[in-house]
């Protein structure tokens, strides 16, 4: 065979059975997945809850009554080791048409304003205000918190009936209030009327089981189109005639 065609029949051989003078393709890996971390909120919450001590028995009873001023239908609480009442108040936000919610002690013809978080609780702003009852619950642990019940006012009416306690609470004009019990007129206050609000009963806290009872007093905005003006509340408590 001459040379040139057994170098040509040996190119074909070597072609055929895949030899190549190049180098092969490298093989790239598969890539890792990367472990899912924990969102850093979540883990700022976890950790808040692993240092938060675990309330007793009584501070977690506290807490629910707390938690229970704010619901709706809201109640509040008289409180005999305090003579005092404990009640939830919206307080506007200057500037905007948003709101706080104040816990107030009403005792001794004082109000103490013991603490206040967002009237509408959410994300952030929830964890913040279960954490201020947290703190509050430790004034309150081990004392008897007696329910009063909400009753709200009837519409358009300017007397409320309360069958237990037999009493009723009366909006004069000018926003002065007053109650009947146990045959005795009770002076309750008079409410004044800040622009651009509109004071308005709202209904009352009471109990059979306790001697004071809270009237409400929302003062509805009439505000101008634009204007950022939010509700806010007057609570006043008064004390019934002794059974």
Known sequence: MAPGRASILL??????????????APVTPAPVPEPEQEPADALAEAADEAEAPKPSPDEARAIAA?????ADPPVAFYVPDESGALVSRAVPVEGSAS?????LLL????????????????GDAAHAAAEVRRRLAARFAGKQLVELTWTPWPAGKRVLELPSPAMS?????????SARAGGKRIAIGKVAA????VPRPAGVFASPDSPVAIVVVVHQPVASPGEKVSAMTDVLRFDLPAR
């Open 194 to 197: 800040v622009k651009p609000h």
């Open 169 to 177: 609470v009366t909006w004069q004009k000018g926003g002065r209030l």
């Open 66 to 70: 707390l938690e229970q001023l704010t």
């Open 11 to 24: 190119a074909l051989l070597l072609g055929a059975c895949g030899g190549s003078s190049t180098e092969p």
């Open 99 to 103: 709101e706080v919610s104040a816990l």
């Open 107 to 122: 005792a001794g013809g004082k109000i103490e304003r013991l603490a206040e978080w967002p009237a509408r609780a959410e």
